[in-house]
């Protein structure tokens, strides 16, 4: 029940000793292309979006926590959840402003960390830099479990090694200078 958005019908499962939220293509209209392709989890996405809570609906499941002080448990150990089921552990200072329930958007992202996120993870990988790819092994081992994208699964060479298959984004060494070149001719 990570995501506030979709709280008690958030779809998670576990990949990379991680857990992962993939169940975000149900808010696309429904004959999006996306929803019938299995490339992204096996599956093709079927279900409609749900309704989002309201700040009321929010704030009625936040009046059913304790009051929580911040601080470390006595004991040194992690706090317990309460009995009712609920996504929030404590209550936002944010909801004691006035407005705060009638506002459509209450969590945000800051634009220019998700333009730096954005190039780190999509310019990482294009460029080959070592360590900036989120195609690791654990990964490849996830697709292979999943039964999905077989063309990325591991190869096994003659002599009994394995490698990891070229995506269909790597660059050739000319490619990735012509890239370069290409920016710094725009900046």
């Known amino acids: 029940m990570a995501c506030p958005v979709c709280n008690h019908q958030t779809h998670s499962m576990k990949l990379c000793s991680k857990i992962c939220y993939m169940g975000h293509r149900h808010y696309l209209p429904r004959g999006h292309r996306w929803r019938k392709s299995k490339l992204f989890d096996g599956k093709s996405e079927h279900k409609l979006a749900h309704s989002q809570l309201s700040g009321h609906e929010i704030l ?17 150990r992690k706090r317990k959840r309460t009995s009712a089921k609920l996504n929030w552990t404590k209550k936002s200072i944010f909801f004691e402003l006035p407005y705060w329930n009638d506002l459509l958007l209450r969590h945000n992202l800051d634009v220019m960390h998700v333009e730096k996120n954005i190039c780190k993870n999509i310019l990482g990988p294009i460029l080959g830099v070592h360590g900036k790819s989120k195609d690791t092994i654990k990964a490849i081992l996830d697709l292979e479990d999943m039964n999905i994208r077989k063309e990325l699964h591991l190869k096994m060479r003659e002599d009994g090694s394995y490698f990891v298959p070229p995506t269909c984004y790597t660059m050739s060494k000319k490619e990735k200078q012509d890239f370069c070149e290409f920016l710094k001719s725009v900046m």
């Not at 009625?60 to 040194?76: A, G």
């Open 60 to 76: 009625k499941q936040l009046d059913q926590l304790q009051d929580i002080v911040p601080s470390k448990h006595m004991n040194n």
